[in-house]
């Protein structure tokens, strides 16, 4: 086992909304909660690397895309596991019983998928650097401190 075994892979460090820069400090102040306005409050930097969460103004819009994709995904395979598990017919109704299952689980889901689409979203963005310590964060111009969180 080498020294460095304990680094977070990608998959982990996106799914657990850590900063994709040095994979430690958490993105999000608080934890997962069902107060969506609390849920989405993002550091407005790396804790623990100090990268800034919201590189650009606006930086989020893109999200939008990602929760919809990850939308049709889950319901993809929520319907693939329904269809397998308990099967479809077209003499009953359990296309419609899938329906009502399928929109119960993405909304239950929504305070996690809000934060996930984030996560992956800045996670394209911005690079894991395992010498965050020694480099040092770049400039980053666009930032308007004042408008930040302000869309
Ligand atoms: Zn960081």
Known sequence: ??????????????????CPRCREGKL???????????????NKECPVCGQPTEIEVGFYYGT??????LTV????????????IIGLSVDDN???????FNA???ISMQPWLMRFSRSLWISWFVRYDPDW???KL???ERIVPEQMNNW
């Not at 304990?6 to 460090?13: D, F």
């Not at 359990?94 to 009502?100: C, H, Q, S, T």
């Open 73 to 84: 995904l889950i319901s993809g395979l929520s319907f693939l596991a329904w269809w397998l």
């Open 28 to 42: 999000f102040q608080y934890p997962l909660s069902l107060n969506i306005k609390r849920n989405m409050l993002m």
């Open 64 to 69: 939008a895309y990602v929760s919809y994709l």
């Open 104 to 106: 119960v689980l993405l």
């Open 138 to 140: 770049g400039t980053f």
């Open 1 to 18: 086992m080498s020294e460095k075994s304990h680094a977070r892979s990608y998959l982990s460090t996106v799914l657990g909304c850590r």
């Open 133 to 135: 310590k020694k480099n």
């Open 94 to 100: 359990r296309f419609f019983w899938w329906l009502g």
